[in-house]
């Protein structure tokens, strides 16, 4: 049964954050907010934790490629080779924001999270809650949104009702007030072209 934390976006608690980033050390799965839509996630170096997350959201690991959360533009250089100058600049005018940026990755990178392109998808959210995590866990989680089956509402927005949704599937879920109901602007840069996949929250063409 998961365990539902609130948790204040400008000032979260440390004891709070200290209990969910022991929960991904300890491989668990959690739900957590971003500047665009509610996430679920784990720490990407936990095999099992990305295959529940897998499971969980019911995609093959090996075709599709995961993206994850860094604290800033400072982690990039950790997981991903050959990033041209053009494109640093404009992630750098552009995070934090509502982006997903697809780069080459390099061997940092676990293989369960790559897929079989060799590239992955780096998110810097505008949002206080997940960036505070992944700086206190050392390293980046996974993110991938939780959606919704109804036809209408593509995003689950309600933390209460994403807590019961997911009550027995993950092991904490992050109260961060109603969510947005727009995923990121996904833009694919492996080819030093920026190539729009999904058009999202963020207008990217401001920064290019």
Do not use: W
């Amino acid at each position: 049964m998961a365990e539902l934390i609130k948790l204040y976006e400008q000032n979260p608690e440390q004891r709070k954050l200290d209990q969910i980033v022991e929960t991904l050390k300890d491989g668990g799965v959690i739900i957590y907010p971003t500047d665009t839509v509610y996430g679920i996630g784990c720490d990407i170096f936990n095999h099992k934790a990305v295959e529940r997350v897998c499971r969980i959201k019911g995609i093959d690991p090996n075709k599709n490629n995961l993206s994850f959360i860094c604290y800033d533009l400072s982690d990039i250089s950790n997981y991903v080779k050959n990033l041209p100058t053009h494109v640093f600049k404009v992630m750098k005018k552009a995070l934090p924001g509502p982006f997903t940026f697809i780069l080459n990755s390099n061997s940092s990178v676990p293989e369960m999270s790559i897929a079989e392109k060799k590239s992955v998808g780096i998110r810097v959210p505008d949002h206080n809650s997940p960036r505070a995590i992944v700086k206190e866990l050392g390293n980046p989680i996974v993110t991938t949104s939780i959606r919704d089956e109804d036809e209408i509402i593509e995003y689950s927005t309600d933390p209460s009702l994403i807590y019961e949704k997911f009550d027995h599937l993950v092991d904490i879920v992050i109260d961060g007030g109603y969510g947005g109901n727009i995923a990121s602007t996904v833009i694919d840069c492996t080819q030093d072209t920026f190539e729009i996949v999904r058009e999202g929250k963020g207008d990217i063409e401001q920064y290019l």
